[in-house]
């Protein structure tokens, strides 16, 4: 009998993807941040759209009161205790945790040595401070009035500040810290816990009753675009060796296609 062709390598896409240059997959990140930032953008500004035509009310009360008793919108869901653990969560979005939590960030990568990037986290967080503040002037969008809120609030509404803000820290945090880091576990752990306290931080202003879900998803959607965009910054600037890499290392130290 004839000798058979070998079988056709199933070798996992992931292992390919290893084997590339290293200026193919910085390329191709880049692509994805731009992409993605792009698309956050997109879908926020079809929100804000129609937020100000009126169009997401009975949206956002059909959720909001889905999160309540039926016949009782002052009571939520769920057990007493669920409630105040909703209040434990929904401060993890604070001005304040996220400024703790991003200088303990700053202050790990100086004692690691990497002090532009901890220069940068500084620049990228508070910048997407300063654009959800202007957002809400912007749209001056009221808080809802159509369950009882279980916590105090005094600013506007339109976008959630708290979704943004856990947005832009979280996620850029968890983009710089990925970039300078090798190990792949750690880098998909860091990207999970991102997403993670973004999602949980933005759904309790629902159950909380202090914003309409349209607000949450924006804020969701534009801190996501910001954080894409700082992460596409970083790749330039790591390529440029004004930011460093895995190990302190720096992008313009790698070989490139001319070298």
Known sequence: MPDLAPPPSREPLLHRLRDLPRWVLSELSALVALMGAALGLLVFALIADEVVEGETHAFDEAVLLAFRTPGDPADPLGPPWLEGAIRDI???GSTTVLTLIT???VGFLVVDRKRAAALFVLVATAGGGIASYLLKLGFERPRPDLVAHLVDVQT???PSGHAMGAA???LTLGALIVRTE???RIKAYVLAVAMGLTLMVGLSRIYLGVHWPTDVIAGWCAGS????LCWFVALLLQRRGRIES???ANEADQPTPNS
């Open 156 to 158: 506007l509404s339109f």
């Open 182 to 184: 090798s190990r792949r």
């Open 103 to 105: 200088l303990v960030v």
């Open 246 to 248: 895995a190990n302190g």
């Open 168 to 170: 832009v820290t979280y």
């Open 225 to 228: 675009a910001w954080a894409l």
């Open 90 to 92: 929904t401060a993890l």
